[in-house]
């Protein structure tokens, strides 16, 4: 897998980055959610130059222009609910694209620390020969995006595959690395040394859904 950091560079990256870990900004929903999708949209225009490109001749008021535009058959695929900001800012580049949305949530047997990850919705369109975008906000153990890939199989073999992430640990980045292809990509705009006991990342940033959208009810 390629694996593209995009913390390694300094850029306007580190200021949207440095607000949504925040603990003084967090309670600012409004920002939370467009700070994610602000870096999803640096995310997405990075990998747009790995993308294939087919001239194309436009036809303007005053004459014709020649250019080269994106000729990949795109679907985005998020995980419900957490993935929401961040896939409107890769709707907002990727306008045309076909979209896939799937539930992935983790479930604690007895209130153990141990989970695992289950499945329940999914919608999503033809895959065979597509470009495959995944995309989760934190990439913590990488469970999620491997349960999601997984369950996103019988709807074909895409062409290309990239996963897109906010945040990730090593160990999250270490797993979908060892269960993606080689010519798979990873674009993710930090990556962080460690997981907690249950999981989360450090320092991360807490709940990326609880965050965007308010806490979920307690059973």
Known sequence: MHIHNLSEDNSILNS????????????????????????????????????????????????QSHTKLCSNEIVLCSILRAGLPLHNGLLNYFDGADNAFISAYRYHKSNTESFEIVVEYLACPNLEGKTLILADPM?????????????????????????????????????????????????????????????????????????????????
């Open 16 to 63: 949207f980055i440095s607000e949504i870990r925040d603990i003084d900004l967090q309670n600012d929903r409004m920002r939370f959610r467009r700070n994610v999708e602000r870096i999803g949209e640096v995310l997405c225009y990075e990998m747009s130059k790995t993308l294939a490109y087919a001239s194309k001749t436009i036809t303007t008021p005053l004459g």
């Open 139 to 219: 990439l913590a153990t990488g469970q999620s995006m491997v349960a999601t890939f997984e369950a996103l199989k019988p709807f074909g073999t895409p062409k290309d595959i990239h996963l897109i992430s906010v945040i990730g640990a090593q160990d999250g980045v270490d797993l979908v690395a060892s269960h993606f292809s080689e010519n798979s990509h990873l674009w993710i705009a930090a990556i962080d040394s460690t997981l907690s006991d249950k999981g989360y990342i450090v320092p991360g940033l807490g709940d990326a859904g609880d965050l965007s959208f308010g806490k979920k009810l307690q059973q």
